[in-house]
Nanobody, 124 residues
Framework: VQLQASGGGLVLAGGSLRLSCAAS????????MAWFRQAPGKEREFVAA????????YYAESAKGRFTITRDYAQNTVYLQMFSLKPEDTAVYYC??????????????????WGQGTLVTVSS
């Protein structure tokens, strides 16, 4: 499984970014996909997830109403659209994948496949 995240960058507070994660080496439509992030000096935290065939979505409280996770089944790509960005959203964002759905989906340890991360910096 390979996960290639892109789309990070520097943005002003209140701005928007869309992260992309191109997935290969997996049956994309059956894999659960998610985004985690890690801010400097902090632990990795869950941001958003989408199940495979059921296509349900889940969000951290900090992401609800501002972030949207979607997936393009034709392109094997998962996106994280982020609006109204805040300085506290500054972090390395990681794309993750799991062939199954785990009820402990907010735990980084439950996701076996990780991409390399893309840095998002939100300036005030």
């Amino acid at each position: 499984v390979q996960l290639q995240a892109s789309g990070g960058g520097l943005v002003l507070a209140g701005g928007s970014l869309r992260l992309s994660c191109a997935a290969s080496g997996l049956t994309f439509n059956s894999y659960s996909m998610a985004w985690f992030r890690q801010a400097p000096g902090k632990e990795r935290e869950f941001v958003a997830a989408t199940r495979g065939t059921m296509r349900s979505t889940y969000y951290a409280e900090s992401a609800k109403g501002r972030f949207t996770i979607t997936r393009d089944y034709a392109q094997n790509t998962v996106y994280l659209q982020m609006f109204s960005l805040k300085p506290e959203d500054t972090a390395v964002y990681y794309c993750v994948a799991d062939p199954h759905w785990n009820i402990r989906y907010t735990s980084p340890a439950e996701w076996p496949h990780w991409g390399q991360g893309t840095l998002v910096t939100v300036s005030s």
